[in-house]
Nanobody, 128 residues
């Protein structure tokens, strides 16, 4: 299995920035077959897609709500994935989860059900 561990959450003012980190480990982890993404869940809401990066090639895709403000990146050597969050808004307040998946022939990267591994979550609170 793959284990994921997030860090970097906290309390920030609107307009500020945070960088979240996710460390991946496990004997089955492979940079050639994995995709890694970020999801978030606000109180009373379903988990929603934020961003994804393909481990090989580095292609990235974002939810419309964060496009232009968030950037996802990876460090292949360290098996790390990051999301840099700028221009934060109150509506960004949520628990943020790191997720990883073994790509399928038909893979819907914005659906949480597609992912095989999840981190514990880290709280991001944006004050206005």
């Amino acid at each position: 299995q793959v284990q994921l561990a997030e860090s970097g959450g906290g309390l920030v003012q609107a307009g500020g920035s945070l960088r979240l980190s996710c460390a991946a480990s496990g004997r089955t982890f492979s940079s050639t077959v994995m995709v890694m993404g970020w999801f978030r869940q606000a109180p009373g809401k379903e988990r929603e897609f934020v961003a994804v990066i393909y481990w090989t090639g580095g292609s990235t895709y974002y939810a419309d709500s964060v496009k232009g403000r968030f950037t996802i990146s990876r460090d292949n050597a360290e098996n790390m994935v990051y999301v840099q969050m700028n221009s934060l808004k109150s509506e960004d307040t949520a628990v943020y989860y790191c997720a990883a998946a073994h790509p399928r022939s038909t893979f819907y990267y914005d659906q949480s059900s597609q992912y095989d591994y999840w981190g514990q979550g880290t709280q991001v609170t944006v004050s206005s």
